[in-house]
């Protein structure tokens, strides 16, 4: 499959400081990628990387082979719908959509017109009178409607009701299906990301620290119960590499990140009577990911 962004190396530095910490990161056509992270993590800088709006100290990104640092009709390539939207709060919303339209050389006011159905908000209406969800969902609207090769989305469900967050959803996978698209989703609403992402990403301190296909990592992380005649033998905790270990009288819950059948294979020699696989969500995966950078849930009684 063509790959549409690539980011190589990524650096990127606030007074010296590095935000980004040498990221390599691969958006595919036809293809959603959803950014999980801690609030911090760097989601929001990386992004901008991406679209164009900041540019690397070190490293390079690229679209279709082309640095997006030295072509604005590259650039032009990208939607972009970030978390914090900046209207001109005087406009209405069709002033806004006019003034888009004569920015985007691929608008396609067919589709405009259609996807207007979906949302509620009058044309008449000024943008400072719109709430964060009204602005989520024109900025959509445009981006959609600008028809980019690429959409860049930072909480793009946020202060969106059930309804149309769920049309939201429906739109991006259409999108992508019809056109090839390449999306990026950043949100910490991994439940939604689970329902549409082909691909994720954990991010932390400025590094993407786990990046894989959403299919290969609901199979490799795996929650398993297990039980032995006594307690668990201390050979067999130090054997594998256990993420999380929660005791139920005689039977363990553990959570593994290797194939189910590789590590079956070698747990039988510890003879054990019960050992019976779960499937993770893909939440459970990020926190026991991210247990193991600091991120432990603590049980703390108030």
């Given amino acids: 499959m063509k790959k549409m962004i690539i980011g190589n190396n990524i650096y990127k530095r606030y007074s010296n400081d590095p935000v980004i910490k040498g990221v390599d990161i691969n958006l595919k056509a036809g293809s959603i990628y959803g950014l999980i992270g801690p609030n911090g993590a760097g989601k929001t800088t990386l992004i901008k990387l991406l679209a ?23 650039r032009s390539c990208i939607g ?16 806004m959509k006019e003034f888009y339209k004569g920015m985007c050389k691929n608008w396609n006011e067919e589709r405009y017109q259609i996807l207007r159905e979906i949302f509620t908000f009058s044309e008449k209406k000024r943008i400072k ?18 028809m980019p090769k690429v959409i860049l989305m930072d909480e793009p469900t946020s ?26 989703i ?41 039980a032995f005649e006594t307690a668990m033998p201390k050979a067999f905790e130090e054997e594998f590499k256990l993420l999380s270990i929660k005791h139920y009288g ?14 079956k294979s070698n747990a039988i020699k ?30 703390i009684a108030i």
């Fill in 52 to 74: 164009g709006i900041y540019m690397p100290d070190e490293g390079s990104v690229t679209l279709d082979g082309i640095d997006i640092a030295s072509s604005h009709e590259i």
């Fill in 80 to 95: 972009y719908v970030p978390d914090n939207l900046n209207f001109y709060p005087t406009f209405t919303v069709k002033e």
């Fill in 129 to 146: 009178h719109l709430s964060k969800g009204m602005k989520t969902q024109l900025s959509l609207l445009i981006n959609l409607s600008c």
């Fill in 159 to 184: 202060g969106l009701d059930p309804f149309v967050r769920r049309e939201v959803l429906n739109l991006i996978v259409q999108d992508v299906s019809s056109r090839d698209t390449s999306v990026l």
């Fill in 186 to 226: 950043s949100t910490h609403n991994i439940s939604e990301l689970e329902q549409v992402s082909d691909r994720v990403g954990f991010m932390d301190k400025g590094k993407i620290i786990l990046q894989d296909d959403m299919e290969d990592l609901k199979y490799k992380y795996k929650k398993i119960q297990i």
């Fill in 250 to 263: 005689k039977v363990y819950e553990i959570v593994i990140d290797e194939h189910y059948e590789i590590f």
């Fill in 270 to 299: 510890y003879n054990p009577i019960i050992m019976e696989k779960l499937d993770m969500t893909l939440e459970e995966i990020f926190i026991h990911r991210m247990g193991g950078e600091g991120y432990a849930v603590k049980n």
